[in-house]
């Protein structure tokens, strides 16, 4: 962190700044100097990755202005006050107006440095923020299948190399990844995308109706067949058929199937007229249909007809690098649809979306941006996750020791970083509280207002 963050400190006094800038660099940051606040705001943006540190009296341009200033420019970049005795008032009003925190002169060393990286800490959350969500607002334009990993790269690069032939195409995946997505953008980016995309989910309807889906029929065909239908596969003619979940479609209509495919023409129930269709046909499956074992009473003939490009889409686990982009893809959507403005991303929240294993895929994380944004999500609910998850190097004391912090650091957000409430809320003595907060780390003044 301190390697990426520069701190700009300003101070009119020179000895100070150099002893206090030398103070900065041991610790490991990189530190801009100025004696002049004028000066310092002519360098600073919204995109500064950084923490500003500034004495409070100064001739020409004083801290306070210039804390006011840098509100206009970013209100979400750290502003550390150092003050006088004289000035404590002054700097308790600008913590009220929005500043991260006042260092009262004399301070110590250690102060200083722990204020900082905590403030750098903050900047590097928002930044990374500001960026996954601009992201995400140019992958919601023109990238629907959203990821920056490499595997991802490769999909899409795939799917526009195949998009504008007639080849069917096989989807493998988890439940929740994505493989009607995948579907959806080979209709899109096809020149078929003017015609249906017709979806149908093979597991979802019984063996007596999917006949009837699929092909269509005559009036009579059946009993309660009193209008003609026409089938998915003739609806789907001129565009491109989506069969989910195909491991699930009945033997009888597999061989129906197959005859599609090769001959590209239906025979509707209850009559003998045989029309000709022009679609494509891409099929998902949530097994590996390539493996005897998981194939089961899938036809073999109807597997290596469908077989001719296979894309395999990998689990959200195997890819976490794109969590945090999907995840703030989500939450936008879900701030739209829903009315509410996207809350601030926690580091535990943050560290929750790195560690679970997301069984559920993209279906599940997307869910749960939408639990996040309506403020019906807690931290605390992800217990087993946090336990267990992908954390089997750490020992159960660990994991407990781990958990604890997570609690006292959600708890004292929601209190606002109020000491007495939060004890209250915990349940605990007040002696073991502030233990407890020095055995993890954690300091209030992170969680209170205007934090």
């Not at 007596?208 to 003609?228: D, M, N, R, W, Y």
């Not at 959507?333 to 601030?344: E, H, K, L, Q, T």
Request: with cysteine.
């Amino acid at each position: 962190m301190s390697e990426a963050i520069t701190v700009l400190l300003i101070d009119d006094d020179k000895d100070l700044l150099r002893a206090t800038g030398q103070t900065l660099e041991l610790a490991g940051f990189h530190v801009a100097l100025s004696t002049s606040a004028e000066t310092a705001l002519s360098g600073l943006n919204a995109d500064f990755k950084g923490v500003v540190v500034s004495d409070i009296r100064m001739p020409g341009l004083d801290g306070l202005e210039m804390f006011h200033r840098i509100r206009s420019i970013d209100p979400e970049l750290p502003v550390i006050l150092m003050t006088g005795h004289g000035d404590i008032s002054m700097a308790v009003k600008a913590i009220q107006d929005g500043a991260y925190d006042f260092l009262a002169k004399p301070f110590a060393a250690e102060r200083l440095v722990q204020c900082v990286r905590r403030a750098a800490e903050k900047r590097a959350l928002v930044l990374e923020n500001r960026g996954l969500r601009k992201a995400a607002q140019q992958a919601e334009d023109g990238l629907p299948l959203i990821g920056q990993t490499p595997v991802m790269q490769r999909l899409r690069d795939m799917l526009r190399q195949i998009a504008d032939t007639d080849v069917d195409v096989l989807v493998t995946g988890e439940t929740g990844t994505g493989k009607e997505v995948v579907a959806s953008l080979l209709h899109q980016w096809s020149r078929r995308s003017r015609g249906h995309f017709v979806a149908l989910n093979c597991g979802a309807l019984p063996e007596q109706v999917i006949e009837s889906e699929l092909f269509g029929h005559e009036p009579g065909a059946f009993t309660g067949a009193q209008k003609k239908r026409i089938g998915r596969i003739e609806h789907a003619s001129g565009g491109t058929l989506f069969l989910d979940e195909i491991e699930s479609m009945p033997p009888s209509s597999q061989i129906q199937m197959l005859r599609v495919l090769e001959m590209r023409e239906v025979t509707p129930l209850g009559t003998n007229e045989i029309r000709p269709v022009d679609l494509r046909v891409v099929a998902a499956s949530k097994v590996d249909l390539g493996d005897p074992g998981q194939r089961k009473g899938f036809r073999d003939d109807l597997y290596y007809r469908l077989n001719v490009v296979t894309l395999s889409i990998p689990p959200l686990r195997e890819r976490r690098d794109d969590v945090p982009l999907l995840f703030n893809y989500f939450a936008e959507r879900a701030s739209r649809r829903f009315g509410r403005s996207v809350p601030p991303l926690s580091s535990a929240v943050a560290r929750y979306l790195r560690d679970h294993d997301w069984p559920g895929n993209v279906r599940e994380l997307a869910h749960l941006a939408e639990r996040f944004v309506l403020g019906v999500w807690q931290l605390s609910q992800a217990l087993p996750s946090v336990l267990v998850g992908s954390q089997q190097d750490l020992t159960l004391p660990e994991r407990l020791e781990r958990y604890e912090a997570e609690i006292i650091r959600e708890t004292l957000k929601s209190c606002r970083g109020n000491v007495q409430e939060t004890i209250a809320t915990l349940g605990i003595p007040r002696k073991t509280f502030y233990d407890k907060m020095q055995r993890h780390g954690i300091v209030r003044s992170d969680f209170a207002i205007g934090d």
